[in-house]
């Protein structure tokens, strides 16, 4: 077992003196120290936004309006400013219209690559098509579709327009993209007729069809080219014309960016959707463009020279984060297909190929990689890995230490609200296991103890008490903000309450705990799910677990754990003796669990979260269809495996 803290890289004097976020330092005249920088970013908040337009030289008029006016949740920011994210993520292609923009690659190893120049004239095109269909400011385009170059060229022609941009990845089901896109009304959909995953192809020409049929505001469809993609036309019976790609851009049009105020609505985002309808998260312009530029390069240390790639969908808001390397210079590796196919080294393989110098993936996939015993290779470029998506544990940051000793692990975490990261990695910082080095600049994260005071040392909830500018400028459809407020704002005055426990050390070092809505509860004694998921899925035997406490407030309940068995292997009666020991061991007896349950799977979101708040529902006798939307499941047939215990 690895102890947590344990030191496992320190960046060496070069990597500190050739650090992005060194420059920036000393273009402040300030030195070259990360707590007292992210001290000043959060008590001058505005200097340090002000300071970040400046040293990137953001495109756009800056305004001679406030910074920030008001507080959370209704702090608005840079009143007066105009800019256009498109306009800043393509400043260079005039310029340097050779430099690489894009590597595209598929499971089944096609590649295709986009110059500046290339990007841009495609972007030119679309935008061109977009107009002609009637496209303009503050209307929304809708896309069914994976992460090929397509998207990400007709997300930016969307956004030079001043429209709004949302997207769902085409494994995504029809119920569940109806839920997204009725409630944006849009005015335009692209989609896929099929895609391909681990090997298969998928049909979805139906689908596509059906999610049409419900979005009576549309004007016309798109349908992108996909590999493999039949030449069946679509039924047309909504009566929408369906136009193909190569006519949406085949016309030539000059590249105009619409430049807009800093808040206006740049994508819409959603939450997972499992209890309700996914809530429609709209991010601005000006919010992401800085908080973009500010993270991927500072703190990723991201710039003209690196190939950025992270494992991700459409559907998922890593690919927002992911095209950001455009607005820091980098190319960007967009990957379309399974992770694992066809073996799990597949990820690794592709970033060795390309040359990738950051390379981004759920934490998941490095357990996987460790149970499989993978030996990356061939990673000479790779200065960074990043992971996110759920805790790493100790075991996860030692491994990828021990197999590449010379990268830098950046663990993050942060959500689809704000689009970026609230704590992670800087260059300046070791990397000690299980703990994340920093909060980030600009983010005032705090842990917030049962009364609302702040505490360090503890496990309290994950609060932030200064505004960040990507926070959302609104939900769609939430004209008095009642339901923004409410899912933020309920718990605390003016305090930013995001739903994750978390400790923050005395050095500034976080560790998360997973979510505070699905807390173990033990004779008082409150554990993050994490803890428990590191000594269980630490067995070779185990491929996944989920743990739920059922007790109630003021009644302690049963603590059930379900696994899913690694290829091969049976939950023996010495199994379950070598789990309850080392529960026993490494937790406590509170934590042994009363019952221990093979399942066929672990029912998780199509982002890949576990479901835990939706199954102790389940467990608590709410019955599978409400406390659970199975159109928003990854696996919805594994809930049938979950039944209330008597």
Not at 72 to 87: S, V
Not at 335 to 364: I, K, Q
Not at 489 to 514: N, T
Not at 552 to 571: F, K, N
């Amino acid at each position: 077992m690895v102890e947590e803290g344990a030191l496992l890289w320190e960046p060496t004097p070069e990597i500190v003196e050739n650090a992005r976020v060194t420059r920036y330092m000393e273009w402040l005249g300030r030195p070259v120290d990360y707590e007292a920088l992210w001290q000043w970013s959060v008590d001058d908040p505005a200097a340090f936004w002000t300071s970040v337009w400046d040293y990137f030289g953001v495109v756009g008029e800056r305004g001679d309006g406030p910074v920030i006016s008001g507080t959370m949740p209704g702090a608005e920011w840079f009143t007066g400013a105009t800019l256009n994210y498109a306009e800043n993520a393509l400043r260079l292609a005039a310029a340097e219209p050779d430099r690489l923009a894009v590597v595209a690659r598929d499971e089944a190893g096609a590649r295709r690559t986009l110059t500046l120049g290339e990007l841009a004239a495609e972007v030119a095109r679309v935008r061109t098509g977009l107009a002609r269909l009637g496209v303009g400011r503050g209307d929304r385009v809708a896309a069914y579709a994976p992460n090929t170059p397509e998207t990400l060229v007709a997300f930016l022609a969307t956004a030079s327009l001043g429209a709004i941009w949302s997207s769902c990845s085409p494994d995504f089901g029809a119920p569940s993209v109806i839920d997204r896109f009725t409630q944006i009304e849009p005015k335009v959909l692209l989609a896929v007729d099929g895609y391909d995953y681990n090997g298969r192809r998928f049909d979805r020409a139906e689908v596509v069809d059906g999610i049409a049929a419900k979005l009576p505001t549309l004007v016309a469809r798109v349908r992108l080219p996909s590999p493999g993609a039949g030449t069946a036309e679509p039924s047309g019976s909504t009566g929408v014309p369906v136009l193909e790609w190569e006519e949406l851009r085949s016309a030539d049009g000059p590249l105009a960016f619409e430049r807009v105020g800093f808040g206006h609505p740049l994508w819409i985002l959603y939450s997972s959707g499992t209890t309700g309808l996914p809530k429609p998260i709209v991010h601005g312009h000006g919010g992401v463009v800085l908080e973009h530029l500010k993270a991927l390069s500072f703190h990723q240390d991201l710039g003209p020279d690196d190939l950025f790639f992270w494992y991700t969908t459409t559907g998922w808001m890593m690919w927002n984060y992911l095209i950001g390397g455009l607005l820091v210079g980098s190319a960007v590796l967009l990957y379309d297909g399974s992770a694992a196919h066809p073996g799990t080294d597949a990820l690794w393989r592709v970033a060795a190929e390309e040359g990738v110098t950051y390379f981004g993936t759920g934490a998941p996939y490095i357990i996987a990689s460790m149970k499989a015993d993978v030996a990356p290779c061939g990673l000479e470029r790779l200065r960074g890995l990043g992971s996110t998506g759920s805790p790493l544990p100790p075991e996860g940051f030692a491994w990828v230490q021990e197999k590449l000793p010379a990268v830098q692990l950046g663990s993050f975490s942060g959500g689809t609200d704000v689009c970026t990261g609230f704590v992670g990695a800087v260059p300046l910082l070791p990397v000690r296991a299980g703990v994340i080095p920093c909060r980030c600049l600009g983010a005032k994260v705090e842990s917030f103890d049962p009364s609302g005071a702040p505490v360090t040392g503890e496990v309290g909830e994950l609060v932030l008490t200064v505004p960040l500018p990507s926070m959302p400028v609104m939900f769609w459809n939430d004209p008095d903000g009642s339901r923004y407020r409410e899912s933020y704002f309920a718990d605390y005055s003016g305090v930013w309450r995001h739903g994750d426990w978390i400790k923050i050390l005395p050095d500034g070092g976080c560790v998360i705990y997973g979510r505070s809505d699905s807390t173990l509860n033990r004779g008082g004694v409150r554990m993050g799910t994490s803890e428990f998921y590191r000594v269980v899925e630490r067995f070779e035997e185990i491929a996944d677990s989920l743990v739920i406490d059922t007790g109630r407030l003021g009644q302690e309940g049963r603590l059930l754990l379900y696994v899913t068995m690694a290829e091969g292997a049976e939950l023996t009666g010495d199994l379950v003796a070598r789990l309850r020991t080392a529960l026993r061991t490494e937790l406590s007896p509170r934590h042994v669990p009363d019952e221990i349950t093979e399942v066929p799977g672990i029912p998780r979101t199509l982002s890949g979260k576990k479901l835990e708040v939706p199954v102790r529902k389940i467990l608590l006798g709410t019955p599978p269809e409400q406390a659970a939307n199975p159109d928003a499941m990854a696996n919805p047939e594994v809930l049938a495996h979950f039944t209330p215990q008597s």
